[in-house]
Antibody, heavy 123, light 108 residues
Framework: QLQLVQSGAEVKKPGASVKVSCEASGYTFTTYGITWVRQAPGQGLEWMGYISVSTGNTNYAQKFQGRVTITADTSTSVVYMELRNLRSDDTAVYFC????????????????WGQGTTVTVSS | EIVLTQSPDSLSLSPGERATLSCRASQNVNSYYLAWYQQKPGQAPRLLIYGASNRVTGIPDRFSGSESGTDFTLIISRLEPEDFAVYYCQYFGSSWWPFGQGTKVEIK
């Protein structure tokens, strides 16, 4: 079954880090890249970054450069997104999604989405 | 840096009516890299259209996409009850992939 399954909800304190996982199944993992998108409460979608699973190359939105790291474990078909130095405005639902291409420049849509992971940052 | 501006922010229509949603890019873009998504409350987004006008397999043909220069349009020809949702456009640029702010289609 073609799907992305994300890890469970997290509650973190300001300044901490969070690592969210996204397990892929039902397709050849290295054929497609994976992206991360977040959505703050009541807000729109915000693209965070991307990993080409076949090469390990990453591209990050400038807003998150230096604070986010996306990695892929091809032995387990899992992609991880770590966000550091959390602030209250990082409270959001974080989605992983599959890109339609193998590489950053061949991607033109996100066709499969995970169910979302709620990350709450509160003191 | 490309910015996508969607209009209107919200649209109040009745089932059976036609919905016209706009997405304007701040500069010339390649329509090959423009996608549309639908999102319902509490759910992940769903891909509807890619390449500005290509409907994903399984998406009803009442959904269509078109382009005119830097303006992109999503049309829902006859709204069904399940179509009331928020719609986002997205562009896959050379260094970043922004979304529009979304258009909420509400039941009148």
């Amino acid at each position: 079954q073609l799907q992305l399954v994300q890890s469970g909800a997290e509650v973190k304190k300001p300044g901490a880090s969070v690592k969210v996982s996204c397990e892929a199944s039902g397709y050849t993992f290295t054929t497609y890249g994976i992206t991360w998108v977040r959505q703050a409460p009541g807000q729109g979608l915000e693209w965070m970054g991307y990993i080409s699973v076949s090469t390990g190359n990453t591209n990050y939105a400038q807003k998150f450069q230096g604070r986010v790291t996306i990695t892929a474990d091809t032995s387990t078909s899992v992609v991880y997104m770590e966000l550091r130095n959390l602030r209250s405005d990082d409270t959001a639902v974080y989605f992983c999604a599959r890109g339609t291409g193998t590489f950053f420049h061949t991607t033109r849509a996100f066709d499969i989405w995970g169910q979302g992971t709620t990350v709450t940052v509160s003191s | 840096e490309i910015v996508l501006t969607q209009s209107p922010d919200s649209l109040s229509l009745s089932p059976g009516e036609r919905a016209t949603l706009s997405c304007r890019a701040s500069q010339n873009v390649n329509s090959y890299y423009l996608a549309w998504y639908q999102q319902k409350p509490g759910q992940a987004p769903r891909l509807l259209i890619y390449g500005a006008s290509n409907r994903v397999t399984g998406i009803p043909d009442r959904f269509s996409g078109s382009e005119s220069g830097t303006d992109f349009t999503l049309i829902i020809s006859r709204l069904e009850p399940e179509d009331f949702a928020v719609y986002y456009c997205q562009y896959f640029g050379s260094s970043w992939w922004p979304f529009g702010q979304g258009t909420k289609v509400e039941i009148k």
